[in-house]
């Protein structure tokens, strides 16, 4: 078992942000990596108290950023016809979506090169909170709201388990609109909930993460994460 005081040195690499783990096994087969001045192999590992070198390199600075994915472009992963969010961008290479939006869906993903972070915020059990305003085909009802907050099962026919979505806030915001949070993050989740109860989503946009909001930001458009903004959003991943 790992040590709490030590880590693989592959590991290390990668949150230090050098390369991947495949990138920083490569480094150390090199003979580019060095330990305290001695030259690292693979396998080694790595305390609070010692000096990691790489010769010729320097890490590189993580970079966050809110961006508002537009409805039509599809997350990562695109398809012949179809654009990502890298074709539509000037955001740098090595730039990341962290979680999804489905491609008819529209508003804020944090976008990074921080690696480390992936886990903590995606992570089922991590439960922060993600907000979403919602429009639908028809009036949106008492009974509706209720059934909402209270969770819904959400498998498809046939299955033989199906998934009740854990309880939650939710507002009316207009005739035909409502505002959900969510604290998980099933596949097309609001969709699948309105389908349950008999309801057509015609638009769906994310317009909050943790405490990090869309803001005046316009679809296509983003803005970089610093000081408190980010300071509060990193402590909260536990960075």
Known sequence: MESNNYTRLNKYLAEQNYASRRGADELIESGKVFINGKKAVL?????????????????????YYAYYKPRGVITIGAQEGEKEIKDVTDLPDDIFPLGRLDKDS????????????????????SK?????????DKPVSHILLVRLSQGVQIG?????????????????TSRDSFDIILREGK???IRRMCGAVGFQVNK?????????????????TYRK???????????????
């Open 156 to 172: 498809k026919a046939g299955q033989t388990r199906n998934y009740k979505t854990k309880k939650t806030e939710v507002r009316r």
């Open 43 to 63: 396998g080694d590992k790595v305390g609070p108290n010692d000096k990691v070198e790489v010769k010729g390199m320097q890490a590189k600075e993580f970079e």
């Open 225 to 239: 994460l610093k000081g408190k903004e980010l300071e509060d959003f990193l402590k909260a991943l536990g960075k």
């Open 187 to 189: 596949n097309r989740q």
């Open 204 to 220: 769906l946009k994310r317009f909050r993460i943790m405490h990090i909001s869309l803001g005046k930001l316009k679809p296509n």
């Open 128 to 136: 922060h909170e993600k907000e979403y305003s919602v429009t639908t």
């Open 106 to 125: 529209e508003g804020l993903i944090i976008m990074t090169n921080d690696g480390r972070i992936t886990e903590a915020l995606l992570s089922p059990t």
